[in-house]
Nanobody, 116 residues
Framework: QVHLVESGGGFVQAGGSLRLSCAVS????????MGWYRQAPGKQRELVAT???????NYADSVKGRFTISRDNAKNTVYLQMNSLKPEDTAVYYC??????????WGQGTQVTVSS
């Protein structure tokens, strides 16, 4: 069984910050690569950032320098610190391993809305 619960989204003005959390239960957290994804209305899902068990990170060009992914292996939690937010960051944010699990294993996501 795998269960992922995202939280921390909200409504912020451009330039603001948010910190997302993803609590992972089951065997998913043991997978090496965890990722944050986002999907805006009418757009395809986008991989935003990934992190290995050892802490190596990778970012989409659109968020590089503004977002920071981290993980607490003891708490089975993945975080996404988002700074200097832009209206184009507005989306529902999800966490999942990379490559992602089948649709039935996705959480409800957390909505991030950035106003201009």
């Amino acid at each position: 069984q795998v269960h992922l619960v995202e939280s921390g989204g909200g409504f912020v003005q451009a330039g603001g910050s948010l910190r997302l959390s993803c609590a992972v239960s089951g065997s998913a957290f043991g997978l090496n690569l965890m990722g944050w994804y986002r999907q805006a209305p009418g757009k395809q899902r986008e991989l935003v950032a990934t992190i290995t068990v050892g802490g190596s990170t990778n970012y989409a060009d659109s968020v590089k320098g503004r977002f920071t992914i981290s993980r607490d292996n003891a708490k089975n939690t993945v975080y996404l610190q988002m700074n200097s937010l832009k209206p184009e960051d507005t989306a529902v944010y999800y966490c999942n391993p990379h490559p992602p699990l089948p649709p039935s294993y996705w959480g409800q996501g957390t909505q991030v809305t950035v106003s201009s």
